[in-house]
């Protein structure tokens, strides 16, 4: 792509399932800024704080511009003939399983076809498994048991007009602020919503919450089996709905009634009259939609969690109707579009089965492909334990960084290590995942890539390209289909563009349907060039006669049904029954609640792994925003006040996390947020941002026995503090090239980087300052010795500029952290005013902002507090006055936190 002119071109967010619309404005000098689009049905022009910083992640630092053999660059014939060559020789003589693709939900549905029409279609094998096994798997197993399909039956719109809502396992605040948004703002409209969140940690969502249910960790099966039972207490039942639409309600019931109020409250720790609460407040409410995500999905029981909160709706007739539903919520950009095409091991495209000998026919037909795969693949923890034990013998891994990102990491880190070969495409240069690639291929990134996206409630949206793609680097589509033609695949794989695979997917999801699959996007199958370019957003299924959305031949059309796109009233499923089982029933899934305590005296508490609100995944492309990177800067532990006494911890100590399978250091919080016995720490850090902090290598391969989701928020561990003798921050204009600590974590500021640090020895303390200034780098040090209290500080300038500052003391380093790093950008030609630098704190009138809450305006606590003072005692007055909370929100609970924590110091 040339760029020649200023123009704004509408693209969709790579960050979460909420799938938002951006414009991305480019100038005529190539500088890019972004804003919601306004006319984007997901967001109706908010973004959230990631959303609204991305143009600070599209610069070039980093990026892998190049085909890489052994670390040599070569060109790109080189490379794609050493992959299908190999590729091709390890299938010859160890058989098509001998190799397998490991692909994400960063891709778009382009790749993902391709990718997998290459693996299931012509290689013949299923070994192709995504990411997204790690956090919606559970929840395509459950709608498939209950649906026969995997249907997200509702829509955005039903969080609006629902009257109450059950966020189940959702910190929607951080996780998907926009919803969170859209709730918040419905809410205000109709102040007689309800909002109950269940969640073990009062998560920043709990600000919207009218309940909070601290539930035990996986109690959640126990809850609404419980409800369930409840519901037929109470004659709280559509028996209409049950009878006309569904089948095994009598054998669900009697699994539900195992246990009493008693046993669901000692299953739940929760209170006998909290759960009569929640469960009366359910009965009641007709327009109730179950939102759930992670905390459901990511559990050993969470294909069982699903269908215990789908037995509840269907028991109620709360399914495909405006406000009512159960809605699970994506956490990848095209995780749903992956599963349009087949992008996980157990499925096949366009929503058909592998399992189903008509369905393989029916694909092995439309591909004219030589053998299409006769059974599922591996999913994610198998394939890389076939990795290590030597199965699988050369590995595709595209988009995605399992090193951190899966259970056990360590093992698996292990295995790719020892895998004969490995290929990763990828943009970046160096991760914990590309450093082990003998061959690596640079992908175009966000705003190179050129393709669709499928949100949380199917609604198809394009991903265009605005700028040019730097290096050599390709679309992932194109360099799949390339290795394709050099396996001897070359007319399957000639596609010239991304528009004529979306043509050809669009096909697939027509062929041989009328009406009898759920994804069904055959109006688009002829789409050209010009028209894709155009292509608005629209929601599935879109069939190319406007089939209502019902199976075929099956009873229950409701009178006067409308046509696919043109009401609201057909963008649900269900509403009437015709679901996609052999019976056109939906089916209630018979569930008793398992104990599933992990703890023992060894390892006494809960680790539950999670996101925070400024990063995600592994930080490969927040990590390069100096906004997103201030807010919470380095890895965690939240701890109870409890626990965290118990065991000798204090706010801001270096604690140990360990588990069977490994330990890292972190930075502890401690916090009532959190629940007794357990700790909270997130997944977003790896080797590149810090020294010992990827929590999955903590977290054990235990999956669900269904779906083969890893249990990564249930894991046996212990906490102890670290002996530091010497804690350290420090602010550099360059990145040192290594830091020689037990505990740093990384991240970009303004200017340059700021460090955290613990040690558990004494140093050479003016050696080790010059280790991270650069021992070469010219310049005038100042410092300042407190040998006995153990304190030291030292300050180097280039000129008038600050290059670095280094703060030591035996306690965590009480220093204006903030206000440090701005002096990266200050001007120092005052030599008395460096003195405040090494002081560490600001002098005079400058301004220390304090810790950053809203990440969108750069609002400190400070700046906060101080306002609370002069009399903004609202969150809004706080907007109206800072700005702080008016652009994404997901900073409000936080202000309302601080607003809080002044009143009662003044009452005191």
Known sequence: MKIDEAREVRTTCPYCGVGCGVLAKVAANGEVTVRGDPDHPANFGRLCSKGSALAETIDLDGRLLYPEIHGRRIDWDEALDLVASTFSRTIAEHGRDAVAFYVSGQLLTEDYYVANKLMKGFIGSANIDTNSRLCMA????????????????????????????????????????????????????????????????????????????????????????????????????????????????????????????????????LGEDELVRFYSLFAATANTVTVYSQGVNQSSSGTDKVNAIINCHLATGRIGKPGAGPFSVTGQPNA????????????????????????????????????????????????????????????????????????????????????????????????????????????????????????????????????????????????????????????????????????EHAALSAFENDGARDFDIGAYAGVDAETYEELAPFQWPAPSQGTPLWPAGQAGRPEGGVQAGHSSASTRFFAYGNFYTPDGKARFIPIRPVPQTRTNEKFPLVLNTGRVRDHWHTMTRTGKSQRLSQHLAEPFAEIHPVDAQHFGIGDADIVRVST????????????????????????????????????????????DPISGQPASKNVAARVERFAAVAFGFAVLAERPASIDADYWSLARCAAGWRLELALEADRDWPGFAASLFGADAPGETLAYHDVAGGHYRFARFAGSRLTGALYLAPRPVAVSRGWAVEQLSADHADRRGRL?????????????????????????????????????????????????????????????????????????
């Open 138 to 269: 559970s929840s395509v197993a459950g709608h498939r048991r209950a649906f026969g399909s995997d249907t997200v039956p509702g829509s955005y719109e039903d969080l609006e007009l629902a009257d109450l809502i059950v966020l189940v396992g959702s910190n929607l605040a951080w996780c998907h602020p926009v919803l969170y948004q859209r709730i918040a703002a419905a809410r205000e409209k109709r102040p007689d919503m309800k909002v109950v969140l269940i969640d073990p940690r009062r998560t920043m969502t709990s600000d919207i919450a009218d309940m909070h249910l601290a539930i035990a960790p996986d109690g959640d099966v126990a809850l609404f089996t419980g409800l369930l039972a409840y519901l037929g207490q109470h004659n709280a039942l559509d028996r209409t709905y049950i009878t006309a639409h569904t089948t095994g309600f009598g054998q669900a019931l009697f699994a539900a009634s195992a246990l009493d109020l008693a046993g669901i409250a000692a299953a739940t720790d």
């Open 660 to 703: 069977e399978h490994g330990e890292v250091l972190l930075r502890a919080l401690v916090t009532a947020r959190q629940r007794p016995g357990s700790v909270f720490v997130p997944m977003h850090w790896t080797d590149q941002f810090s020294a010992r902090a990827r929590v999955n290598a903590l977290v054990a391969p235990i999956t």
């Open 836 to 908: 405040a630098i090494v002081a560490g704190r600001p002098g005079g009138n400058s301004v220390d902002r304090g810790a950053i809450v809203c990440s969108c305006f750069g609002v400190g606590a400070n700046q906060i507090a101080e306002a609370v003072r002069g009399g903004c005692v609202s969150v809004e007055a706080i907007g109206a006055t800072l700005h702080a909370g008016t652009n994404c929100g997901s900073c409000r609970a936080e202000i309302r936190t601080i607003i809080e924590a002044r009143r009662l110091h003044a009452a005191e």
């Open 336 to 503: 749903m579009g992956g599963r349009e095409v087949g992008g996980l091991a157990n499925m096949l495209a366009a929503h058909m089965e592998i399992e189903n000998p008509e369905h393989r026919d029916r694909v092995q037909r439309f591909w004219s492909a030589p053998a299409v795969a006769e059974k599922p693949g591996l999913k994610a923890v198998e394939m890389f334990q076939a990795v290590a034990d030597g199965r699988i013998k050369a590995l595709w891994i595209m988009a995605t960084n399992p090193v951190d990102s899966m259970p056990d990491a360590d093992a698996v880190e292990a295995a790719i290590k020892a895998c004969p070969f490995v290929v990763v495409s990828d943009v970046l240069a160096k991760t914990d995942t590309v450093r082990h690639a003998h061959v690596r291929l640079p992908a175009a990134a966000w705003g190179e890539k050129d393709g669709s996206v499928t949100n949380s409630e199917r609604r198809i949206s394009r991903q265009r390209a605005f700028l040019a793609t730097p290096g050599e680097a390709r679309a992932d589509w194109w360099i799949v289909a390339e290795v394709a033609k050099r396996m001897g695949f070359d007319e399957a794989f000639s596609h010239p563009s991304p528009a004529d695979i979306f043509a």
